[in-house]
């Protein structure tokens, strides 16, 4: 069974840091890209990042260009999303989605809660 | 960056009603385009993708067509399971753009 499963969110000061992972399991994890999508209380759907199957493209949101750094280790089947400089429009629930150019965004994470507030 | 507009923003609708949500992009993105459902505190769930390829396990009411600039989600008779808010996105290039979403709800 094909499951993608975000950790890592939580409660975090403005200008704060935190790490957010998803760990993948059911497929053949180095075959797909990884997406990072969140979404605010209430909106809509944002993509922030993204990251190719063997690291060798990345690309990301202009919103959370240069504050946020999308990696991979295909060895632990993980994707991880380390957020510095986070504002209060950082607040949401991101989830971690997989991508192929046959499979496009066909399964998604749970989500995981990203607070940020003083 | 692709702008993705999808009308209408809020629609009610009946059980057995047919049912279309419009996707248009501020540039020709060919074919590649997805529709996504989600319900409250879920994740988003696939249903067409490549425009108007059904996603396994979808439902055949659910079908998608268009190409370029325009596309069409279209639920051919509307289910309970149905009333959720649904989302276009676009793959053609990055940023990977979404829709701003149309929510279904019940009238």
């Given amino acids: 069974e094909v499951q993608l499963v975000e950790s890592g969110g939580g409660l975090v000061k403005p200008g704060g840091s935190l790490r957010l992972s998803c760990a993948a399991s059911g497929f053949t994890f180095s075959d797909y890209s990884i997406n990072w999508v969140r979404q605010a209380p209430g909106k809509g759907l944002e993509w922030v990042s993204s990251i190719s199957s063997r690291s060798t493209y990345i690309y990301y949101a202009d919103s959370v260009k240069g504050r946020f750094t999308i990696s991979r280790d295909n060895a632990k089947n993980s994707v991880y999303l380390q957020m510095n400089s986070l504002r209060a429009e950082d607040t949401a629930v991101y989830y971690c989605a997989r991508f192929t150019t046959s499979s496009w965004f066909d399964y998604w994470g749970q989500g995981t809660l990203v607070t940020v507030s003083s | ?107």
């Fill in chain 2, 1 to 107: 960056d692709i702008q993705l507009t999808q009308s209408p923003s809020f629609l009610s609708a009946s059980v057995g009603d047919r049912v279309t949500v419009t996707c248009r992009a501020t540039q020709g993105i060919s074919s590649y385009l997805a529709w996504f459902q989600q319900k409250p505190g879920k994740a988003p769930k696939l249903l067409i993708y490549a425009a108007s390829t059904l996603q396994s396990g979808v439902p055949s009411r659910f079908s998608g067509s268009g190409s370029g600039t325009e596309f069409t989600l279209t639920i051919s008779s509307l289910q309970p399971e149905d009333f959720a808010t649904y989302y276009c996105q676009q793959l053609n290039s990055y940023p990977r753009t979404f829709g701003q979403g149309t929510k279904v709800d019940i009238k």
